[in-house]
């Protein structure tokens, strides 16, 4: 087939404040090979296999990145339990249609930060090679963790600085595309405490300085702050969650955001509207009122970073506390309406600077040269993004995933 055309009201390449009015793209293959107004075509369309003009009501936006997903996990709460009683055949047939639901989303690359290794590397050779339909997989396998620590059922638990090293190897040897470490404990790990660091400060440095040799990037699961501090300090790339606890509540610090920004360190707070959904039917459950004040002492965390200049890439933790790999249009709708943030700095958090986080500077953009991963939605998302909710087409290495007819 020959190069496609789409035209629509708007194009947003992901970078800019604004969106280009009255705009086309050409995609050829897997690649955008130009991208302008709908003037400079002139009437030359017969050119193109395909044109498809989506009408002045639509944008065109780079297809959306989850930064922090677990593709095999049930989205319930009780995840621990879950893994030790599903086969591993289970397991590898919910990652399978975890990721192909989240594509026809407009979520055309997923990040995976903890899933077994004979699961995480099948799927993302299965999209590579075009046996399955899906998102762009860019996977760290097993998580490193201490013996019995967070997710230590699907990680490879280290416990020295050796023991890190030799787990980062293996785990590159493996074919992670990045290393995910375990900076703290977490709740869905029984035996955990997401309040303390389960690693030194040197071990923790002693596992980013080998991934660094190895040329690969980290993110680092830190609830508790003592371990935010040791990912600091140990310079990881993304520090997941990041939520400052302790245990008499959320305490941020505005020298803490200074040191992460000062470092050059990605935050991705992993905002999901997870247990949120449940409330909407019964908001009398027990746990909502310590639910609501979590999730408002969150929200003003997130804002802190941000006025501190630290750069938000978005995830949502698909798979995890009733948070499904559909829900991620809403998931950034609840970050623009919840944290109070713009809708183009939370497109850019899901698209450039996520691709920036990923060091792809072939994602998350709308460039000739880039990638031919696209969404188109029914309105105008760098005004209202709610608009997320009315995907139009979804584009996917060139193939048209949804719409197009």
Known sequence: ?????????????????????????????????????????????????????????????????????????????????????ESYETKLIRAVTNVQAALHTGVTTVRDCGTLNGIAFAVRAAVESGTMLGPRIIASGEGITTTGGHLWFCGVEADSDVEVRRAVRAQVKAGADFIKVFATGGGSTPGTNAFAAQYSEAEMCALTE???????????????????????????????HCSFFRPSGTQYEPEHGRRIADAGIYVCPTVFQGRGKLLVQNPDLPWAAEFRQGQTERFAVIRCLVDQGIQLVSGSDAGVNFNEFTDYPGDLILTVEGVDLSPVYVLKSATSMAAEALGRSDLGVIAPGKAADLLAVQGNPLQDIRALNAPMLVVSRGRIVLGGQ
């Open 1 to 85: 087939m020959g190069p496609i055309v789409i035209k629509a009201g708007r194009v947003y390449d992901g970078v800019a404040d604004r969106a280009l009015e009255h705009a086309y793209v050409v995609v050829d293959g897997t690649t955008i090979t130009a991208v302008g107004p709908q003037a400079e075509l002139a009437g030359s369309t017969e050119r193109f296999a395909q044109v498809l003009d989506l009408g002045a009501g639509a944008t065109v936006l780079p297809g959306l990145i989850n930064m922090h997903t677990h593709m095999s996990f049930s989205s319930g709460d009780s995840i621990f339990d879950d893994h030790q009683r």
């Open 210 to 240: 080998e991934a660094r040799r190895l040329d690969k990037r980290v993110a680092s699961h830190a609830h508790g702050t003592p371990g935010v501090l040791t990912s600091i300090a140990a310079r990881v790339t993304t520090i997941e």
